[in-house]
């Protein structure tokens, strides 16, 4: 007796189940994170050493080394809403990468290993899987102020073994620490000394807007914005752009291109508007945008007169002949 085959088809809710069964042996997000997420050092004085700890929390369910490297913070959040430890109008915005070093490095992470339990300083317990030391050696030129660092983590998982859990989706939350270089205090403070104007190519205008840095730490200085107006107080054109980071008692220059097929020579005022997060800069200044060069053509070469010496060569064979 034949059966039909539509009969021996699963129930959707039955078909849904068991496919998500499959997934979940087959399939796995993993996380990677840290407790605390921000660590406070405290203050530090230029050519001291400071001993920070941190812990990994993980949901793998197998061996995995995790690689410690120094990155470059988001600093732009820390400089616009602050954080624990970390005062924006008093901070220096230099690289702290080469400041940190790593007892042990990879940390070594195994599902068997007892879980190691930890009281946050708000006083919340969490279970982590390994405690990470890290170094932090201030040099004796460090400038002063609050001083941001993050730790990048790098899991490796050991092989899967067949029929075993796959991974998917690995989530990784980067480790933040801040400290206090004492006792100079630390000024953010810095003006536009000039706006200039070069035409890189005929429909493309540089401008140059040149920013110092009068402080005594570290800033990145923004151009925000550069409205430009013709001698009749007409907007031109707005730019926005343009970045660098400028240490104490340096100047920077902050470009923007301006590109148009009618850009017109002559002269024009810039009201340029700077940002170094905790200050803002607004000047004026009066600038000429040169005309486009043209290259003049190179002269045609002029052609060698060859029938000339066809006929020198020509008049000397002809004296010798006669002569012979």
Known sequence: MKRDLRSLALPPLLLSLLVLLLCSNICLALSVGTAPGLLDLGDVKPGERAVGMFYILTNAENDMLVGLSTTNPHLTIFMKEGATGFVPKNASEESVNGWVKFPENPVFISPKAPEIVVRLPSGKTVS??????????????????????????????????????AVSTIGITRFYFVFHVVPDPAIRKGKVVN????????????????????????????????????????????????DAKVTPKTTGILSVFWRGEDIEPGLYTAKVVVDYSTGTISER????????????????????????????????????????
């Open 128 to 165: 982590a899987n390994a405690d990470v030391e890290f170094i932090l050696d201030v040099p004796r030129n460090a400038e002063p102020g609050y001083h941001v660092g993050a730790i990048n983590l790098d899991p490796k998982m050991a092989a899967t073994p067949s029929g075993g859990t």
């Open 195 to 242: 706006v200039f104007a070069e035409r890189e190519m005929k429909n493309i205008v540089r401008f140059d807007t040149v920013f110092q840095n009068t402080g005594t730490v570290t800033m990145v200085a923004r151009l925000n914005e550069l409205k430009l107006f013709d001698k009749e107080n007409n907007i031109v054109t707005v730019l926005k752009g343009g």
């Open 285 to 324: 200044y009066d600038l000429e945008i040169p005309e486009a060069i043209k290259a003049a053509l190179p002269p045609k070469p002029s052609e060698f007169p060859w029938w000339l010496v066809i006929l020198v060569v020509l008049f000397i064979l002809f004296l010798v002949y006669w002569k012979w």
